[in-house]
């Protein structure tokens, strides 16, 4: 499972935590203005926007699972298991596979406003990027500084859903996600009223009370709640520094810690890193499962004008900070 959010604070985020059993080789890749992205039924894309990222890169081309671009347009993609429907080719439309979702949209739009024109002319159409790597069942986060839509391509079509809360975790559809937030319109950051009842006073024993019923567990409804109530009502400083830190403890809060989360006879889903993009400034800082130290890759330390991808293998060993 997986957790996206945004967050405002300073400037402008986007976290992803990936949540997997196994891992592609992934690696923070900056892809160019001038790579040649090639795409299986529609024109390459020579020059575009360039994006920062965490792909496998596989035959020189960037398999994108989360990236910003040079705009501050972020997109991820999540599992959707199940709902997930990618058609066969469309003549009247862009064909373009899940796999080349992430570069098609990022190369070329600026914000949701201006992908919101691309998407109604978009079939996500059923090409395997190889035998070895077939479709994964996604459905995507995308978000720029000011708003956040759900992209999901189910059996009746593509579904576009403004997303009020900027938060994407796996099944059910989004539509029942966002509903299933109703249900908890009891919690708040400060303790509860005793409404209990005439005759029975109840005691206000406890600090947090009014967080007992937020989910704990690590299924996907339950990441939902706890990821946009613990956003929902963060504070933080007004610098970068701070915003960084909280935005990590929110997507920590949802992170899954191995041993919990049994896939298969002794395997274990875990998280294995976690993201966070400054979208206005085009830094990308990540921990993983490994190395709880917050690292930093600036995408504009590499040539942007470049053809080639500059790619930064994770850092994923503990570094001690000895005190003494
Ligand atoms: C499985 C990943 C999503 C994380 C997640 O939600 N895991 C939970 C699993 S579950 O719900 O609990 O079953 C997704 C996110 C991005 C995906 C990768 C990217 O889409 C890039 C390529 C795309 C290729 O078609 C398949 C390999 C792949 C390299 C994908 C493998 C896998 O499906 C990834 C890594």
Partial sequence: MCTALTFNAHDHYFGRNLDLEVSY?????????????KFRKVADLSNHYAMI????????????FDATNEKGLSMAGLNYPDNAFYPDMAADKD????????PWILGQCDSVA??????????LVNINFSDQLPLSPLHWLLADQHEAVVIESDRDGLHVYDNPVGVLTNNPTFDKQLFNLNNYRD??????????????PLTDYSRGLGT??????????????RAAFNKANAVCADNEEASITQLF???????????LDEVAPGKFEFTIYTVGYNQDQGLLYYTTYHNNQINLVDMNKCDL????????????????????
């Fill in 25 to 37: 080789g992934q690696q923070v890749v900056v892809t160019p203005r001038n790579y040649n992205f």
């Fill in 53 to 64: 990222g965490v792909a496998a890169v596989i035959d020189n081309y960037p398999l994108y």
């Fill in 95 to 102: 064909n373009i596979t899940p796999f080349e979702f992430i």
């Fill in 114 to 123: 201006s992908a919101r024109q691309l998407l109604p002319k978009i079939n």
């Fill in 187 to 200: 919690l708040s950051s400060a303790n509860p009223q005793d409404t209990f009842g005439k005759g029975m």
């Fill in 212 to 225: 007992r019923n937020l989910p704990g567990g690590l299924d996907s409804e339950s990441r939902f709640v």
């Fill in 249 to 259: 403890h929110i997507m920590h809060s949802v992170e899954q810690q191995n041993g």
């Fill in 305 to 324: 004008e470049s053809t080639d991808l500059c790619a930064y293998p994770f850092i994923d060993s503990q570094a001690f900070n000895k005190v003494n």
